[in-house]
């Protein structure tokens, strides 16, 4: 349910949440029970982190044109891992340990 803000002339804006398309124009304060009226302000979108709307924004391109990968990646030198003879971190969650892995 959205959130709307109403304005009491005693007591300032306060939020109150109803159906889409059921906020009245007016409500009572709770607190002096005087009219309080709606305000419109916009939506919550600064709410968002930047590093989330950069993530989302990812998400969003790779959807439509994914990165096309030529390595596996790995260090800077390009070599990976599994090749170097050092010890290869397994997955934490149980739904990854069944997935493919570099020879």
């Known amino acids: ?15 109150l949440r109803f159906p889409i398309g ?5 409500v009572r304060c709770a607190t002096c ?5 709606r305000v419109f302000a916009p939506p919550m979108l600064s709410a968002l982190s930047r590093a989330l709307v950069a993530a989302l924004d990812r998400t ?10 030529t390595r596996i990646p790995g260090r800077a030198d390009g070599s990976h891992p599994v090749n170097s003879g050092r010890m290869v ?10 997935l493919p892995r570099p020879d």
């Open 33 to 37: 029970a005087g009219e309080a009226v």
């Open 1 to 15: 349910m959205p959130t709307y803000d109403y304005r009491c002339p005693r007591d300032g804006v306060f939020p």
């Open 89 to 98: 971190r397994r997955p934490v969650h149980p739904g990854q340990a069944r």
């Open 60 to 69: 969003g391109r790779s959807a439509e044109a994914p990165e096309v990968v």
């Open 22 to 26: 059921e906020a009245a124009p007016a």
